[in-house]
């Protein structure tokens, strides 16, 4: 990187900002003092400062002080802030120092202190009757501040969307590779990011945001909004570790089943569902590398499951969906426990009470304000249920009975519409 240095020959025009009977320029035009003075202020007194690289310190940040500086003399020189061109040079460091991962916070703050220390020395000779040139002097610096500001962060935020996009292209690459079953090493060599052992396979559903809902409100715009906040949240709890194909409505994650890595549990999708700022509904499959197309396949099964149960947003495994999953097997005992019920197909009010009864932990009272009917009402319909299918749900045997037939009959529903 270049500088180009403060040309001391050319004339100053007539409009030269004067303080204390002397150009303001003059302080700031011995450009490698300055700069050796402010980049030594920079390494003992700004912390984030002291931890960057000696050689960084001594070449880029003085090479780019000096810059400034010859800029901040022009400026006083000609009454007037560089405009965008010029500050090229400083796009460009902040552009570099992105990809070094060097804090902004710890750039910007680098830039206000030097134009603190370079305000200093202008107005340092100032004299009584400088109150109006101090101002303009002032005003000028402000604006040199506010320019370079603009400059850095818009530098700096470019860089890293494009990192991040570089990096969430090669993750949906190696994470197509690995659920089709081509992981090699050499597929994650080219993506430039390592392949684990084995992975925590989740399947993933998205509910939609309030905002999708709402007819004032475009719902594409929501929804990619809330899948942004979403993969932001990723990179946050799996520290940009997690592989994700994703749309709007849900998909599928990896992430390294590693010792040192964070790994997917119910925390972690509540912290997800909090970015997100919707409920999400997952689930887990843990399994070798080579078997990753399987796993998948199972995960994306047992949402489908919990789907059908009606269970509420969380994390779940196989051992939560045990029965709902062997149920899924098929077989004559399948099919005859889904047809217990087929007594009430012409009582849609006694299997609406079955399922608000199930669902309200047996509490008959608590059904009757659901069903908006009197406490006795449920006692009758539970009664009349016992008496079509001997199911009783006044046991703890016809629950579990009723339960299960439930959804077993609902499983089988499900497949017959998708057949």
Not at 14 to 20: D, K, S
Not at 284 to 290: A, E, G, K, N, Q
Not at 350 to 376: E, K, S
Request: aromatic share 4%; with cysteine; hydrophobic share 45%.
């Amino acid at each position: 990187m270049t500088f180009s240095a403060l040309d001391l020959t050319t004339e100053l025009p007539a409009t030269a900002l004067e303080i204390g009977g002397r150009p303001a320029s003059v302080p700031l035009q011995n450009t490698d003092r300055v700069a050796s003075r402010m980049v030594g202020y920079f390494a003992t007194c700004m912390a984030p400062c002291r931890t960057l690289p000696g050689e960084q310190l001594r070449g880029d940040v003085t090479k780019l002080t000096r810059s400034v500086l010859t800029l901040a003399a022009e400026m006083f020189d000609r009454r007037a802030v560089p405009d965008a061109e010029r500050l090229t040079e400083v796009r460009e460091a902040a552009t570099q120092w992105a990809r070094e991962a060097v804090p902004l916070g710890t750039i910007l703050r680098a830039y206000h202190e030097g134009i603190r220390i370079a305000l200093g020395l202008v107005t340092a000779q100032a004299k009584a009757d400088d109150v109006e040139e101090l101002l303009v002097a002032t005003d000028l610096m402000l604006e040199l501040l506010e320019a370079i500001t603009v400059a850095v962060s818009d530098a700096y935020v470019e860089e890293q969307h494009l990192v991040a996009r570089e990096h969430q292209t090669a993750a949906q690459t190696l994470a197509s590779a690995l659920l089709s079953g081509r992981g090699s090493s050499a597929l994650a060599r080219q993506a430039g990011m390592p392949v684990a052992e084995s992975y925590h396979v989740v399947a993933l559903s998205i509910p939609p945001h309030p905002d999708e809902r709402d007819p004032r409100v475009d719902a594409e715009v929501a929804a990619r909004r809330k899948l942004r906040r979403l993969q932001s949240g990723l990179a946050t709890v799996f520290e940009s570790r997690a592989l994700a194909l994703l749309s709007t409505k849900g998909g599928t994650l990896l992430v390294p089943n590693v010792e040192d890595a964070p790994a997917p549990d119910a925390p972690a999708l509540e912290r997800l569902a909090t970015a997100a700022e919707v409920p999400l509904t997952a689930t887990l499959v843990t399994s070798d590398t080579d078997q990753i197309p399987d796993a998948a396949d199972q995960a994306h099964e047992l949402l489908n499951l919990v789907r059908v149960g009606g269970r509420s947003p969380g994390l779940y495994q196989m051992a939560d969906l045990a029965v709902e999953y062997q149920l899924t097997r098929g077989g004559p005992a399948t099919r005859r426990i889904a047809t217990i019920l087929d007594p009430l197909d012409a009582h849609p009010e006694l299997f609406d009470t079955m399922r608000a009864y199930l669902g309200n932990d047996m509490n008959r009272q608590l059904t009757a304000r659901q069903l908006y009917v009197h406490p006795n009402t449920v006692d009758y319909r539970l009664r009349r249920i016992a008496q079509l299918t001997s199911v009783d749900l006044a046991t703890s045997a016809g629950i579990s009975q009723a339960s299960i037939a439930l959804l077993a009959r609902d499983l089988d529903r499900t497949v017959a519409r998708r057949l």
